[in-house]
């Protein structure tokens, strides 16, 4: 049976003004205004905290639920579709933004925007090439065109700015990325070590070869993504992606990380390993909070983490309350004392096979009280999410005429779950997806904690 298209076209119009009405009841209480679209991002207004309250957050969801669904119903389709399969300009596009360092320039000069002409001179490019570049990330409300060829930093593109002054970033190409939150690090290996990747996703599909992903072949290796990357010559790059995992952190509410599992739980002195911690940003941001508790942080590479912790906590680096370990996780592991294994972002690198085999390495290794707390998104289905009775674990679905899921207002699970597999072969998992991996490598989930200001959940296991 069809629906009459106004009917649901009404529906969600009803649903963008609600939303609407819920932001502005919340900017007013806090006596804030919502910042503009055209002034950059400061992530240190007070505005900036108003996204946290869960109102607001679900509010931001049918929004854009709803937009992107009403274009969809009232586009003629084949202009949707044809778009979509040229949204590829977009990344690469962005990349030339943040490899010619646009963002920082725009910033030096100032609201009233820079020519394009001085916008290239730091690197050469061609103005014209570069105005066009500009112009179509311009049109997806990436940077504004003040006036012909003149572009200026809008909130969207100034989530880019690295921190530092272009004629540094020019200076020291290889340590560009540095020091920056992390944020043009992560956009810069999606929108080339990603973007490259996926280029080749239906030819691995079309032509399938036993243990080969987009990955091997865009990057001529027949080593997995992390093996390839510990290469020295592939230094930049293992540094970039470090640093990128460190940016997955800005796109979520700095207490996120304490609004699921209870760290302060932990007793004094008590260990939590971060398993492939990377740099060691999240433990790092437990301990600073709960300065009671030892972190060991494990990686195939732990230099980067000795850097941070050294420079962002020496405190406890002093007190000897953390250890960095090289280690593989697909040996044994060697701390038999942990009260906690945390695996942020680990999980979804690998398919149930590979993944099994860490959580047993970690099981063999676990107390009876060790307890697991694997971090990541629990991916819903574009239809209904069917019910669980695991505490906490129930998610909530959209309003009709909605997409259950909040359509693109979720599309980074989607996304995410493209990069893993055309990297990895990996993939997010469903609720029932983790309950089986974990249970086929010794582990029971005992509750979940859907994390606010972040989409990342908590998921809490003990051996079984
Ligand atoms: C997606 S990153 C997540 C890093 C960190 N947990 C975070 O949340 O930012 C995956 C991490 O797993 C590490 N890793 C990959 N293979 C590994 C292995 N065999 N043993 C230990 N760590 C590994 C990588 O080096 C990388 O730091």
Same mark, same amino acid.
């Given at each position: 049976?069809?629906?009459?298209?106004? &009917?649901?076209?009404?529906?969600?119009?009803?649903?963008?003004?609600?939303?609407?009405?819920?932001?502005?009841?919340?900017? *007013?209480?806090?006596?804030?205004?919502?910042?503009?679209?055209?002034?950059?991002?400061?992530?240190?207004?007070?505005?900036?905290?108003?996204?946290?309250?869960?109102?607001?957050?679900?509010?931001?969801?049918?929004?854009?639920?709803?937009?992107?669904?009403?274009?969809?119903?009232?586009?003629?389709?084949?202009?949707?579709?044809?778009?979509?399969?040229?949204?590829?300009?977009?990344?690469?596009?962005?990349?030339?933004?943040?490899?010619?360092?646009?963002?920082?320039?725009?910033?030096?000069?100032?609201?009233?925007?820079?020519?394009?002409? @001085?916008?290239?001179?730091?690197?050469?490019?061609?103005?014209?090439?570069?105005?066009?570049?500009?112009?179509?990330?311009?049109?997806?409300?990436?940077?504004?065109?003040?006036?012909? #060829? %003149?572009?200026?930093?809008?909130?969207?593109?100034?989530?880019?700015?690295? /921190?530092?002054?272009?004629?540094?970033?020019?200076? #020291?190409?290889?340590?560009?990325?540095?020091?920056?939150? /992390?944020?043009?690090?992560?956009?810069?290996?999606?929108?080339?070590?990603?973007?490259?990747?996926?280029?080749?996703?239906?030819?691995?599909?079309?032509?399938?070869?036993?243990?080969?992903?987009?990955?091997? &072949?865009?990057?001529?290796?027949?080593?997995?993504?992390?093996?390839?990357?510990?290469?020295?010559?592939?230094?930049?790059?293992?540094?970039?992606?470090?640093?990128?995992?460190?940016?997955?952190?800005?796109?979520?509410?700095?207490?996120?990380?304490? *609004?699921?599992?209870?760290?302060?739980?932990?007793?004094? /002195? /008590?260990?939590?390993? @971060?398993?492939?911690?990377?740099?060691?940003?999240?433990?790092?941001?437990?301990?600073?909070?709960?300065?009671?508790?030892?972190?060991?942080?494990?990686?195939?590479?732990?230099?980067?983490?000795?850097?941070?912790?050294?420079?962002?906590?020496?405190?406890?680096?002093?007190?000897?309350?953390?250890?960095?370990?090289?280690?593989?996780?697909?040996?044994?592991?060697?701390?038999?004392?942990?009260? %906690?294994?945390?695996?942020?972002?680990?999980?979804?690198?690998? #398919?149930?096979?590979?993944?099994?085999?860490?959580?047993?390495?970690?099981?063999?290794?676990?107390?009876?009280?060790?307890?697991?707390?694997?971090?990541?998104?629990?991916?819903?289905?574009?239809?209904?999410?069917?019910?669980?009775?695991?505490?906490?674990?129930?998610?909530?679905?959209?309003?009709?005429?909605?997409?259950?899921?909040?359509?693109?207002?979720?599309?980074?699970?989607?996304?995410?779950?493209?990069?893993?597999?055309?990297?990895?072969?990996?993939?997010?998992?469903?609720?029932?997806?983790?309950?089986?991996?974990?249970?086929?490598?010794?582990? &029971?989930?005992?509750?979940?904690?859907?994390?606010?200001?972040?989409?990342?959940?908590?998921?809490?296991?003990?051996? #079984?």
């Amino acid at each position: 049976m069809t629906t009459d298209g106004l &009917k649901t076209l009404r529906a969600l119009a009803k649903i963008i003004n609600e939303s609407v009405d819920t932001l502005e009841t919340a900017y *007013t209480k806090a006596g804030q205004p919502l910042p503009p679209l055209d002034a950059p991002f400061d992530p240190s207004n007070p505005a900036e905290k108003v996204r946290d309250e869960p109102a607001v957050a679900t509010a931001i969801l049918n929004i854009m639920a709803a937009t992107s669904q009403m274009a969809a119903t009232v586009r003629a389709p084949a202009a949707s579709v044809l778009d979509a399969s040229q949204a590829f300009h977009l990344s690469a596009c962005l990349r030339v933004a943040s490899e010619l360092n646009v963002v920082e320039i725009l910033r030096e000069g100032g609201s009233q925007g820079l020519n394009v002409k @001085d916008i290239a001179a730091p690197s050469k490019a061609d103005p014209a090439l570069l105005a066009r570049f500009l112009r179509l990330l311009a049109t997806h409300n990436i940077f504004r065109e003040v006036s012909p #060829n %003149v572009f200026a930093n809008n909130r969207v593109s100034s989530a880019l700015d690295k /921190g530092k002054t272009s004629e540094a970033l020019y200076a #020291n190409r290889p340590e560009r990325l540095l020091g920056t939150n /992390g944020v043009a690090a992560l956009a810069e290996f999606f929108s080339e070590d990603i973007f490259k990747s996926s280029a080749w996703l239906a030819d691995t599909i079309l032509e399938p070869k036993e243990g080969q992903l987009p990955y091997n &072949k865009a990057f001529g290796t027949d080593l997995p993504l992390y093996y390839y990357m510990q290469k020295p010559e592939n230094l930049y790059r293992l540094q970039r992606f470090g640093l990128g995992m460190q940016g997955t952190a800005a796109t979520e509410s700095p207490d996120a990380i304490f *609004t699921g599992f209870e760290w302060g739980s932990l007793p004094e /002195g /008590g260990v939590l390993i @971060d398993v492939g911690g990377g740099n060691g940003f999240t433990a790092l941001t437990i301990a600073q909070k709960h300065p009671k508790i030892k972190v060991i942080v494990q990686d195939l590479d732990v230099e980067g983490a000795k850097t941070l912790w050294k420079d962002s906590f020496p405190a406890h680096v002093e007190k000897n309350l953390v250890e960095f370990q090289a280690y593989d996780f697909f040996n044994p592991q060697p701390v038999k004392d942990a009260d %906690v294994f945390m695996l942020r972002y680990i999980a979804h690198n690998w #398919n149930d096979g590979l993944f099994t085999k860490i959580l047993k390495n970690l099981r063999d290794s676990a107390k009876p009280t060790t307890k697991l707390i694997i971090i990541e998104k629990i991916l819903s289905l574009a239809s209904a999410a069917p019910a669980t009775d695991i505490p906490g674990a129930q998610k909530p679905s959209a309003p009709a005429p909605l997409l259950p899921n909040w359509g693109v207002g979720t599309a980074e699970f989607y996304l995410y779950d493209m990069a893993v597999h055309t990297m990895l072969g990996g993939g997010e998992r469903t609720l029932a997806g983790f309950v089986d991996v974990l249970a086929a490598g010794g582990w &029971k989930v005992t509750s979940v904690h859907h994390t606010t200001g972040s989409q990342l959940s908590h998921i809490v296991a003990l051996p #079984n």
